[in-house]
């Protein structure tokens, strides 16, 4: 039965390619001046065309759904939070993300970059600027803690190109940091602009060369930052225990 699901979902995918589609008026073009104007036109002719339209749309339905290499955008319930410093002045974002190749036949990312965007859907950069938001360059891992020095950890970082092997799931991580201008050490300030936070705009985009050529994608994704609040008490209760600690 599933067999047959597939094979009725081939089918409409073929009738339906715009490849065969015009073929097929060609066809029909030509069958009805010929059989109005008595043009002597062989009839392979028109079984050819329709052969060649077979062959041209089955490959072009074989191109947009043979396996690649992929990227998943980070979802949310992979993601976390946290305050690195003391004095709270950004928060960074941590994700988690999976290069796959399904593929017969190995490939290359040539790149992965993570960008900023905006956070609530404000798109002038100049009222960012005066909130004071800003989001700094994403940074990669194979590990789950980023490398913290250039020397020592080169094993977690990333090298582009970067060959990936068929039939491959490798998972990656992801951080970006969102700063908070001009509220460092005013923790009144700090909760109120994290309070008002509701999502994050970021952007993947990943360059790859495989055996359909090179392609580079862009992938937009939201992350919510809800929850955030209640990361920024934890981390300035830890602070202050410290504080009275030492």
């Not at 009222?127 to 789950?144: C, P």
């Not at 940091?177 to 994290?194: F, P, Q």
Request: proline share 4%.
């Amino acid at each position: 039965m599933t067999e047959f699901k597939l094979i009725l979902r081939y089918l409409k995918l073929i009738l339906s390619n715009w490849v065969l589609r015009i073929v097929f008026l060609l066809d029909l073009a030509g069958a009805a001046t010929t059989y109005l104007q008595k043009l002597n036109i062989p009839y392979w002719t028109y079984l050819c065309l329709l052969i060649i339209g077979l062959i041209w749309s089955g490959y072009s339905i074989y191109k947009n759904s043979a396996p690649k290499i992929i990227i998943d955008k980070p979802k949310q319930d992979e993601t976390s939070f946290n305050f690195p410093t003391v004095g709270n002045e950004y928060f960074r974002i941590n994700m988690k993300s999976y290069i796959t190749n399904f593929g017969l036949q190995s490939g290359s990312i040539e790149y992965i970059k993570l960008k900023f965007i905006n956070v609530n859907d404000i798109e002038d950069e100049f009222v960012l600027k005066e909130i004071g938001i800003s989001g700094e360059e994403g940074q990669l891992s194979k590990d789950k803690y980023f490398p913290i020095f250039p020397t020592g950890q080169d094993e977690k970082r990333f090298k582009f190109p970067m060959i990936v092997e068929p039939n491959t799931i490798l998972p990656f991580y992801l951080g970006i940091d969102i700063s908070l201008v001009a509220v460092y050490g005013n923790e009144e300030e700090i909760r109120r602009k994290v309070g008002w936070l509701k999502h994050v705009r970021l952007e993947l985009e990943y360059k790859i060369k495989d055996s359909f050529g090179i392609e580079t994608t862009l992938i937009p994704f939201k992350i919510d930052l809800r929850t955030l609040p209640e990361v920024l008490d934890k981390a300035i209760k830890t602070n202050k225990a410290f504080d009275e600690t030492f």
